[in-house]
C-alpha cells in the first residue's frame, strides 16, 4: 500500500504569511498544506505536512519517513545551512528527497548559499513562492512514478 509523502518545514516556517510577507507571501503554512493536499489528490499521494522548530525533531520525523513515507519534500529552513545531523538522517532514506525553499537562497546572503540538504537531495525546487510546495508534490509524483517503473 502507498505510504504518505512527507513535507518537513524547519525554524519560523510557522510564521509563514504572517511575517515578511515581500519575501515569503502571505499565504499561511495551514493554507499551503491544503494546496498540497488537493494536489497529491491529483496525484493519489497522501500528504502528511509538519513544521518544527527543534532540530532533534526534525532528525526525528526524518527517522519516521524512512518506515512510514515513500518520499519527503523538506524545507529545512535555517537548518539548511547549519545541520549536519539533518544531512545524517536523510541519507538513510530510500526514497525521492525534494529539497524545498520558498525563496531563491543563491540570490540572497553568501551566508544561504551552502546546503547540507542538497547533499541527500534527489531534486530541488527554489523560487517559487509557496506555489513551490505544490509544484514539489507534482515533481515527487513523478519521480515516484519513474522508479515505479524501474
Ligand atoms: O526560502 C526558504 O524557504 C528558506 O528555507 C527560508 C528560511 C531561510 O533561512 C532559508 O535561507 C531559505 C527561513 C524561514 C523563515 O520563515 C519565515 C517565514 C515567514 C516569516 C518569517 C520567517
Known sequence: MAKPIYILNGPNLNLLGTREPQLYGSTTLADVEKMCAARG???GLKIDLRQTN?????????????TKADGI???????????????????????????????????????????????????????????????AVDGMAMLLKKRKAG
Do not use: C
Open 41 to 43: 489528490k491529483v496525484h
Open 54 to 66: 527543534y532540530e532533534g525533531q526534525m532528525v526525528e520525523w526524518i527517522h519516521e519517513a524512512i
Open 73 to 135: 519534500i523538506i524545507n529545512a529552513a535555517a537548518l539548511t545551512h547549519t545541520s549536519l545531523a539533518t544531512l545524517d538522517a536523510l541519507k538513510n532514506f530510500k526514497g525521492p528527497i525534494v529539497e524545498l525553499h520558498i525563496t531563491n537562497p543563491h540570490q540572497r546572503e553568501s551566508f544561504r548559499h551552502f546546503s547540507y540538504i542538497t547533499y541527500a537531495a534527489t531534486a530541488m525546487m527554489s523560487g517559487f513562492g509557496p506555489e513551490g510546495y505544490p509544484l
